[in-house]
């Protein structure tokens, strides 16, 4: 989810202005506060090992590091 208002005003910066990436699965300290690019790929083949992110390429946790 992306999230561009709080509490029906605007995003403010300390909150990640002017838009949020919110995933729901992971826990707090994974969640993406500011946003630089957003890129849709078919596939994840070609960037990186090609799972998804750092965490997932090396494999030092979990896909879902529920409570």
């Known amino acids: 989810m992306l999230a ?3 509490n029906d005003t605007e995003l ?3 909150h990640g202005a002017p838009l949020r990436l919110r995933v729901e ?4 300290y ?3 506060e500011f946003i630089m690019q957003i890129e ?3 596939s994840l ?3 990186a090992a090609g799972r998804g992110g750092f965490w997932e390429d090396v494999g030092f ?3 879902y590091a529920g409570i």
């Open 4 to 6: 561009y208002g709080m």
């Open 12 to 14: 403010p910066t300390g």
């Open 25 to 28: 699965r992971q826990l707090g």
């Open 30 to 32: 994974k969640h993406a």
């Open 40 to 42: 849709a790929v078919a």
């Open 45 to 47: 083949d070609g960037i």
């Open 61 to 63: 946790y979990d896909w």
